[in-house]
């Protein structure tokens, strides 16, 4: 007898019911349990208060919209957010505004400018422990006081090194503040955001550039990166915050961290990577080479760091809604399979449009909240909760294979997170609807209970059913424009 | 009153540190870049160049409206003709050497590499003769005549094979482009390669050193569901699922070692992209069949970009190359067919992303040489260095001119340097010169519609000039084409450059 090989049992595989040719049943998936590729942190959520204004005193900037909730509503919205039926993020992202301090070894007000934020992380905060779960917080330098800055104006472009000490202080103090005062888990402190992007001011660095549109922002060199996390890393350990790690802040894309010398400055730094506790860069995808803009998804300067800090997680700590559509969460399994991220969390999820001077360059979200003290549920939720409730902390991202570039996978084993194993079939296309063969491995599960959103708003999060597995293959239709998501029973 | 004078001076000492030290490349007036030619990270193999002969079943029946106009228009009142894409038929003898020297001379591209496709039409049934010569004759005469000239300059090419697709009765459908391979032709479709490459070997003198699997035969959407072709204007392909591609990476060689090709390393064939080969799992198929891995001699992909989100996503990915690279430290990548893109600095921009991103340790664009008459349908991918016309002559195109700024540059044996640029419209390559006799070099990209300033810092090379050639495409430019534009000084370790819009400057060390 022949032996029997991997090829032929393909072709034996494939030649159904004795047809003349082999018979292509569909998309070919596969989702592989058993191989775990990485630690999942989970998904996050941001919620924005002040982010322009020059002058808080004038424009009391309020861009997450709570102030204009009722009790009853902000008690919903923390519920669809942080609730055992909600979006369960396990990351919360708090930004750190530039009011808190006006001159050196001043006092601090942690308070006045942070307060809606603050209540919907501490409301969140106990909603989440209320169900046994918990919350891991990083908080962002949005922008120094303006003293810092050799401007000596608020969104200043450059460092004054005269004050790298009272920098450092001025994070220390907030991060004491937030843990020692509103008792939250911070456990990162990021230094900047999109501080790479030194085309944000005029070249002579004069205009600080405020006013019409900008968000708070000082540049970081990738030199004064490596300095701030070393002498960060430094203050925290003195303040008995060793458990708190710092960040290299976030550059705007995975592609600037990569390519514009900031992983290679880290990598070359051994005080800098004994420094740096997470990785951290915004994942905003932009494909085309037509701007300054363009952005891939890229773990080449990720790599380059855990080369030398295998341990090192990643996350994005700010990303596009998009169009709150299918691509948008290709757009999260790039950042997840390309990217090679441990947690994601997303820009503003909860935005007062009128709040934005300008008008939001990236104005998808979770809700909207309306100068009329309503809000808006949006589909960007429902999207999004297809993927953070399968990617819970603790759990891990597994390998998928699809062979169909319009039909993306994301799988999460349940590892020690209080998940199932998971996983999210996409389908991008808007013409087609796409068969799936679906093999799976390395689960016990013999049936997967499925939920859908759709495109075209009929599907929000919809229990569709439960699908069997036989003889570890799961046969499922994609329609267009969905996203559909399976728990193992 | 000395101590405070030296207290001031001192003080002004430190400010104009300060500015120094914190400020953006000039203060403030250019893009900080650098090339860091002590950081080598991989080996590179050179750039290559393709010559595409025989590509279709010509067929003027079948194809949807869009093809059949297109006969209609190119080739009206005819049901068939000898295709011939590179065109090298239609040129007289100092026409084809002139090509000739511009691909393969010393002040040419002067590729390390060569592509050379086996067509479906070698044979006709199983056990038939061979006719390795009328679909094949001008794409060959163009490689020995290369080959020829670039051993005169003292170097030499590596040629990589590649099955575009086998004759009908091979597959399942016993038609021609039929999706499947008949389990029963196994042994005949790897005699049919293999008697290709003797040929190659034997009677031509070339120096093949892989053949390639397939070209883009992941794509099982390009037939109708029971397997048959029904537009002519695809290619040749066959599908080849991942299975079928570990059974020919373990079988091949043992047929190699029968027929006398020991030397001759066998690759994985060629995905679309850098993506299907990551997402659609075709890496991890390898990368979990340990004799697949052990006889892989060469890792390919093409590596075609694209950064919108449908069924024709590609991005730039080092997926596959990191996992078998993992599992086989020496393995090198290539990527055996890539767009021209616009021909202009976009297209060097995608070079710069297979580079780094991807990871490759070489590059050979998608046909160099057009005759676009003879692409049923029109080709999908209409840039090249040099187009064919029907009347006999040839132009030499822009896009000549922006793979000469890569090519020249990354000669084989030199070594791929870290980079990097704070303007993402500005895309930085750097080869070390390494154990060649090539002098260091890089390029510097400039994708904006403006001008931008570059200052590159450069570090571990001994150079302390650069020669500096451009190629520009910009409207209301003078449309340099690797025009000589000086030496540029090394100046505080760095060197400055005015990019015009659309530019490439490459700098070649003194």
């Not at chain 1, 998936?29 to 005193?57: C, H, L, M, S």
Request: hydrophobic fraction near 35%; proline fraction near 4%.
């Amino acid at each position: 007898m022949k032996k029997l090989t991997s090829f032929g049992v393909l072709m034996l595989i494939c030649i159904i019911t004795l047809a003349q040719y082999p018979v292509i049943k569909g998309v070919d998936i596969k989702v592989k349990f058993d191989q775990k590729i990485r630690d999942w942190d989970g998904f996050g959520f941001n919620y924005v208060e002040t982010a322009q204004t020059p002058d808080y005193n004038e424009f009391k900037q309020e861009y997450g919209g709570f102030s204009l909730l009722d009790e009853n509503e902000k008690a919903e919205v923390i519920d669809l957010v942080f609730g055992e039926d909600g979006l369960k993020v396990g990351l919360v992202k708090m930004f750190y505004d530039p009011f808190h301090q006006t001159e050196p070894g001043g006092a601090y007000d942690h308070e006045t400018t942070t307060k809606y934020m603050r209540e919907f992380v501490r409301m969140g905060l106990a909603k989440t422990l209320e169900w046994g779960g918990g919350l891991n917080i990083i908080t962002t330098l949005y922008g120094p006081p303006a003293y810092m800055t050799l401007q000596k104006k608020i969104r200043g472009r450059d460092m004054d090194p005269a004050h790298k000490g009272d920098m450092a202080d001025y994070l220390i103090s907030w991060v004491k503040f937030l843990r020692e005062k509103e008792k939250f888990p911070v456990n990162y402190v990021s230094l900047h955001n999109e501080g790479e992007d030194w085309e944000r001011w005029p070249w002579d660095g004069e205009d600080p550039n405020i006013g019409h549109g900008h968000d708070y922002n000082m540049y970081w060199r990738p030199e004064l990166v490596n300095e701030m996390m070393v002498l960060t890393r430094k203050k925290l350990d003195d303040a008995g915050l060793k458990n708190v790690g710092v960040t290299p802040g976030e550059n705007t894309n995975w592609y600037r961290f990569s390519y514009w010398g900031y992983a290679d400055a880290i990598a070359s730094d051994k005080k800098a990577i004994q420094a740096i506790g997470l990785i951290t860069s915004h994942g905003f995808f932009s494909g085309k080479y037509e701007n300054r803009w363009f952005g891939d998804h890229n773990c080449m300067g990720t790599e380059l760091i855990r080369e030398k800090k295998p341990e090192l997680h990643a996350w994005v700590t700010s990303t596009s809604w998009s169009k709150m559509d299918t691509k948008n969460i290709k757009e999260m399994h790039d950042n997840i399979y390309s990217a090679r991220v441990n947690g994601i969390i997303p820009w503003a999820g909860i935005q007062r449009p009128v709040q934005w001077v300008g008008g939001d360059p990236n104005p998808g979200s979770a809700f909207t909240v309306n100068e009329d003290g309503s809000y808006v549920i949006r589909r960007g939720y429902y999207f999004y909760k297809q993927i953070t409730r399968p990617g819970q902390p603790g759990s891990k991202v597994c390998r998928t294979l699809s062979n169909d570039t319009q039909v993306p996978v994301i799988a999460f084993a349940k590892g020690t997170s209080d998940s199932e194993d998971a996983f999210i079939i996409t389908n991008m296309s808007e013409n087609w609807k796409k068969p799936c063969v679906i093999t799976i491995t390395g689960t016990g599960a013999s049936s997967f209970k499925a939920f859908r959103t759709n495109e075209a708003e009929t599907e929000k999060f919809k229990e569709i059913g439960t699908f069997n597995v036989e003889n570890g293959v799961l046969f499922y239709e994609a329609p267009v424009g969905s996203v559909t998501t399976f728990f193992a029973q | 009153m000395k101590q405070l004078f030296l207290s001031m001076l001192i003080l002004i000492g430190l400010s104009f540190q300060t500015i120094n030290t914190f400020a953006q490349a000039r203060d403030f007036t250019a893009v900080r870049a650098g090339v860091y030619f002590d950081q080598p990270l991989r080996d590179w193999d050179g750039f290559g160049f393709n010559y595409v002969e025989s590509a279709h079943f010509v067929n003027s029946e079948l194809g949807p409206e869009r093809t059949q106009q297109w006969w209609k228009e190119v080739h009206p009142g005819e049901k068939t003709f000898t295709q011939e894409y590179g065109g090298f038929s239609l040129l007289d003898e100092k026409e084809k050497q002139e090509i000739v020297e511009l691909v393969f001379g010393k002040d040419g591209l002067k590729p390390g590499i060569v592509k050379m496709f086996l067509d479906a039409k070698h044979q006709t049934e199983p056990g038939g003769a061979f006719d390795h010569e009328t679909t094949t004759s001008h794409m060959r005469e163009f490689v020995r005549a290369g080959l020829k000239i670039t051993r005169a300059r003292g170097a030499d090419l590596e040629i990589i094979t590649t099955l575009y697709g086998p004759p009908g009765y091979i597959t399942i459908q016993k038609a021609d482009r039929g999706r499947d391979l008949d389990p029963e032709m196994k042994e005949d479709l790897a005699l049919y390669m293999i008697d290709w490459v003797k040929f190659l070997k034997e009677k031509d003198g070339l120096p093949v050193k892989y053949l390639s699997l397939h070209n883009e035969g992941e794509d099982w959407h390009r037939w109708t569901q029971d397997g048959y072709t029904d537009r002519g204007n695809h290619d040749f392909n066959l599908y080849w699922p991942p299975e079928q591609v570990n059974e020919f990476l373990k079988y091949m060689p043992k047929m190699f070692k029968k027929y006398g090709l020991e030397g001759v390393g066998i690759t994985n064939g060629e995905p679309s992209n850098w993506y299907r080969f990551t997402g659609w799992g075709l890496g991890d198929f390898i990368a979990d069949d340990k004799e697949a891995v052990d006889n892989l001699a060469l890792l390919t992909s093409h590596g075609f970009y694209r950064g919108t989100y449908g069924a024709w996503f590609g991005e730039h990915n080092s997926y596959p190359s990191d996992i078998l690279r993992a599992l086989k430290p020496e393995l090198h990548t290539w990527v055996t067919s890539t767009s021209w893109a616009e021909m202009d600095a976009s297209f060097v921009k995608q070079i710069h992303g297979n580079i780094y991103t991807s990871k490759v340790n070489a590059i050979i664009p998608w046909a160099g040489i057009q005759r676009p008459t003879h692409w049923i349908g029109g080709d999908p991918n209409p840039g090249n260095a040099i187009q064919v016309n029907e009347n006999g002559n040839y132009e030499v195109r822009k896009g000549y001119y922006f793979y000469k700024q890569a090519s020249r540059a990354g000669q084989p044996g030199m070594k791929v340097a870290r980079t990097f640029a704070m303007n993402s419209e500005i895309a930085v390559i750097g080869f070390a010169k390494a154990e060649t006799d090539n002098p260091d070099a890089f390029i510097v990209v400039n994708l904006a519609k403006g001008k931008k300033n570059v200052s590159v810092e450069l570090s571990g090379t001994k150079s302390k000039e650069f020669e500096a050639f451009r190629t520009v495409d910009a409207a209301d430019y003078e449309a340099d084409r690797y025009k000589n534009i000086g030496t540029f000084k090394l100046k505080d370790g760095a060197v400055d450059i005015e990019m015009l819009p659309g530019s490439v400057v490459t700098f070649f060390g003194k």
